[in-house]
């Protein structure tokens, strides 16, 4: 499986308690979600098989539902889930807006400590594409690490590259 | 919503359709111009062409007699439009874990 994206940080905390952020629900909630939203937790099971289930609330806006699915879990270093939107009973769903998203993203944490401090390292990509389309993404979006923007000019510039 | 996601990657997939795109980025081309660098018939570069046109990735204009085909950039900026999305969600998040364990650690010292 080829990553799409790796996010590496380095956390000024001890290992233990970087695992406990991610493996309790009151912790996720105060950290995990895209900006501007607060997270309901609505099940928090953290095992192999089971599912955290939330809704994302915007201010003035409707709640969008999200899962993970949790696929494997090795404490205290690393948890590997599949995050798609879903609706209200958990169940998977296209995203709410208009963009095209994979139904669901592949992600693998890593957790490490080093000298007092936690590097985790972060990978995503698509779930179930198949081996061409992996290939596409590694072609058109290996330059994103090198901060590659998305904007047409640069989209541009590296379609003429293929 | 139908799924152009799957539909630009399945495009994508194949060498020649992204060597057609690659060609379509510096300027409209004819399927006559476009099946020229490939050792291939025009009846399979046209099947190529409806793929891509199918994806939305090209266009055609009808009033030529030749139908120039252009490049429509708007479903591969979909494609890398979640990336960047997805990328600045866990970039936000960690910025608040980050805060996050600064502020409990401080608390515990404080507590100590």
Known sequence: MSTIFTITRSFAAPHDLVWKSWSAADQMQTWWGPKGCTIEVRNFEFRPGGFFHYAMRFPGGDAMWGRFMYREIAAPRRIVWLNSFSNEGGGITRAPFDMAVPLEIHNDVTLTEQAGRTVLVLKSHPHGATAEEEAVFRDMFASMEQGFGGTFDQLDEHLATL | ?112
């Open chain 2, 1 to 112: 919503m139908p799924d152009t996601l799957s539909l630009s990657f399945a495009a994508l997939a194949d060498p020649t359709r992204r060597a057609i795109l690659a060609r379509l980025a510096s300027g409209e081309a004819t399927v006559m111009e476009l099946a020229a660098p490939f050792d291939m018939k025009q009846p399979s570069i046209s099947k190529h062409l409806k793929v891509l046109e199918t994806a939305g990735l090209i266009s055609r204009r009808r009033e030529a007699q030749t139908r120039p085909c252009k490049l429509e950039t708007a479903p591969l900026k979909d494609v890398s439009c979640w990336i960047e999305a997805y990328k600045h969600l866990w970039d936000d998040s960690f910025d608040r874990l980050d805060a996050y364990l600064a502020e409990i650690q401080a608390t515990a010292t404080k507590g100590e």
